[in-house]
Structures are given as C-alpha cells and as structure tokens.
C-alpha cells in the first residue's frame, strides 16, 4: 500500500521559488505505468491539478501553470519534486501530491494522496 | 472558476438522499470517466468513486455515481452526520491534456 507524503517549507517569499518534495514509501517510485501529481487547493477553494512526472521523468504541465513549473523524480530516493517560480500570493495553498495510473489511452484516478503541505507567501 | 461546474453547497437531513451534479463539456466528461473524490473537514482529498460508478474498497454502498453525456451525479442515500464534507468531480480534459476538477461541492447534514 503506497503511502505518500509532502516536504518543503512552509514560507515563501514573492518572486521566489517555491519548491516541495513527496516521497514516495510501500512501493517503489519506479514500478507500473504511475504518473506522479501535484495538486493543490487554494484557502476556501477547488482543487487545481498542477502536474504529472513519470518515473522516467517525462512530465505534462497545467497550461495555465507551465511556464513557471518545473517537475523532477529521483528514483534512488524513491521521491519526487515540485519548483514552482516567481510565486505570488496566489500560489499560497495546501499542496498534495498524490499517485495516478495510466495506460495508452486511458487516465484512471488519484490514489493514494499524501496529507497535503500549507504553503505561504509572504515577505 | 473550475472547468467542471458543480453547486458550491447542498444539504440534507440524517436517512435522507442527496445528489451532487457535475458537468462539463465533450472534450472531459463527454470523453472521459468522472472520478469523485470525498474530503472530510481538515483532511486530503480521499478518492470515493472511480471510472464513473466504481467503488474503491471500504467505500459504503450508499455512495453511487452515474455519468450521462457531458454531466455526472454523486448521490449519497441513507446520509449519514460523517458524511459532511467537501466533495470534489474530476476528469481528464483531452483539449488541455490535463486534469480538471469541478469547485468542490460542501454538503452539510443538517
């Protein structure tokens, strides 16, 4: 049973870079046909879908977030990275990762998620 | 604002049946399964129901979705007080290529 769970810190000032790590335990990071995803949910708000890595590091970014989005994976250490740049009060929410599987033509679901990590941005 | 629509709140009473709405366009639901996702108050997201009416193990049967054209329904029979929470439709968007969640639907049991 794959359990997920994010990293990072908790404040980040304006302009910078924002970046949070989900490692990955109960099953490894580079088994099966996984996408690996960011996601978060702004104070009061919907989910928004940020991205998707797989275990070879090919991604597939939110249009409206891709210029500024960069995902990585690290399959020795069985984790997973978000940087997010030139950050806004905007960007300020709870951030989850969470796990979706993939085959030629198909998307299936989200599952499991990690807890979620609040991030701020203030000066 | 979402690309999925779903009413920001809906409510019942203990025993009675609530439904949830989702809708989009041809190029998500239209094209894709719905998934449904639970989240009790203070806590992630939790998946409820996938591939459109498919329950997860451990997910009570008086949770069921359906999917119709460009539009899917949750419903919730029996209601129960820990079924409050936020409840959120998503979907695979083949002209974004991407994922798109509807606003979240706050049920709350009166």
């Known amino acids: 049973q794959a359990q997920l769970k994010e990293s990072g810190p908790g404040l980040v000032k304006p302009s910078q870079t924002l970046s949070l790590t989900c490692i990955v335990s109960g099953g490894s990071i580079s088994s099966g046909s996984y996408h690996w995803n960011w996601i978060r949910q702004s104070p009061g708000k919907g989910l928004e879908w940020i991205g998707e890595v797989d275990h070879s590091g090919g991604t597939n970014y939110n249009p409206s977030l891709k210029s500024r989005v960069t995902m990585s994976v690290d399959t020795s250490k069985n984790q997973f990275s978000l940087e997010l740049s030139s950050v806004t009060a905007a960007d300020a929410a709870v951030y989850y990762c969470?796990?979706?599987?993939?085959?030629?033509?198909?998307?299936?679901?989200?599952?499991?998620w990690g807890q979620g990590t609040l991030v701020t941005v203030s000066s | 604002q979402s690309v999925l629509t779903q009413p920001p709140s809906a409510s019942g009473t203990p025993g009675q049946r609530v439904t949830i709405s989702c809708s989009g366009s041809?190029?998500?639901?239209?094209?894709?399964?719905v998934n449904w996702y639970q989240q009790l108050p203070g806590t992630a997201p939790k998946l409820l129901i996938f591939r459109n009416d498919q329950r997860p193990s451990g997910v009570p049967d008086r949770f069921s979705g359906s999917k119709s054209g460009t539009s899917a329904s949750l419903a919730i029979r029996g209601l129960q007080s820990e079924d409050e929470a936020d409840y959120h439709c998503?979907?695979?968007?083949?002209?974004?290529?991407?994922?798109?969640f509807g606003g979240g639907t706050k049920l709350t049991v009166l």
């Open positions: 998503s979907a695979w968007d083949d002209r974004l290529n991407g994922w798109v």
């Open positions: 969470a796990r979706s599987y993939y085959s030629a033509n198909y998307r299936s679901w989200f599952d499991p």
């Open positions: 041809n190029s998500n639901i239209g094209s894709n399964t």
